[in-house]
């Protein structure tokens, strides 16, 4: 797929997953947006599945309306419990759709344990069987469970050599390692800001640039100084700047290589 990028010189931003379909942008969703651009954003993803099952078109609706935004589809291990047939069937009419980008997002969450492992661990490769079955990559969340993650995509999706997006790494150096080797962009959001995330701090620096992508998860995780405030894409430039810190590199050179990470990654698949 070939991605817009035609959207003017100061767009060197980039948004790999924002729920902008989260009701707390329903009284302003459309000044997010413009905000966003302002800012100087070139693409965003809208990240499906974090509004539930029953709204898993509402990411490709905002992406429509917008040339310089996609979207991903997807059940989130949250709602495993609640993945049906249907839902099956539903992922891979929309992910037919050329703004879609990724099977997403999906994965293991231990953390809360909305929904029971085992059944996380189902959903979790029934979906994978539909992103292979579409070409897409997919965009992984994981809280928690690293240990039973790394098992399921080595045994169920690395032969498939389609890769995807660790969505809010929270990892470390071994977990990232292997995800690399099998073909996966590693993404950074607001908390690599957070004071007791040195962890991902430490972490940071040893990703490949050609690796990195940035994140905000909107409305969620916003970064230093907004932190507590509701997130927004406008916000990743905060993201890019402690990574660049970290880096030791220009601002504007950190997000140019992010930019043409995601570009290289999605015009490929």
Not at 28 to 53: N, Q
Not at 78 to 94: G, N, P, V, Y
Request: with cysteine; proline share 5%; charged share 25%.
């Amino acid at each position: 797929m070939q991605l817009t990028t035609d959207i003017g010189p100061r767009t060197i931003f980039l948004d790999s997953h924002a729920h902008l379909d989260d009701t707390d942008f329903d009284a302003d969703r459309a000044a997010v947006i413009e905000r966003a651009r302002a800012a100087g954003l070139r693409y965003i993803m809208v990240a499906g599945g974090g509004t539930g099952p029953d709204r898993l078109d509402s990411p490709l609706a905002i992406a429509e309306s917008y040339d310089w935004i996609y979207a991903s589809v997807g059940v989130h291990p949250h709602e495993a419990q609640h993945f049906t047939d249907s839902l099956a069937e539903k992922i891979l009419q929309l992910g037919r759709h050329p703004k879609v980008l990724a099977v997403g997002e999906i994965g293991l969450d231990y953390y809360y344990d909305y929904s029971p492992r085992d059944v996380q661990r189902q959903v979790l490769i029934r979906q994978m069987e539909l992103a292979r079955e579409l070409m897409l990559p997919i965009m992984i969340h994981c809280r928690d469970a690293w240990t039973d993650l790394r098992e399921v995509v080595d045994t169920h999706w690395k032969a498939a050599g389609l890769g995807g997006i660790l969505h809010c790494f929270t990892g470390n150096e071994d977990d990232a390692r292997a995800f690399l080797d099998w073909g996966f962009m590693i993404s950074f959001a607001g908390n690599l800001t957070f004071k007791k995330a040195e962890n991902l701090r430490e972490v940071a620096p040893l990703i490949p640039l050609d690796h990195l992508l940035t994140e905000t998860d909107s409305p969620y995780l916003a970064p230093i100084p907004y932190r507590g405030k509701r997130n927004e894409p406008a916000y990743v430039r905060g993201v890019v700047q402690e990574l660049a810190r970290l880096r030791n590199l220009p601002e504007e050179e950190l997000a140019l290589q992010v930019l043409k990470n995601f570009e290289k990654f999605f015009n490929q698949t």
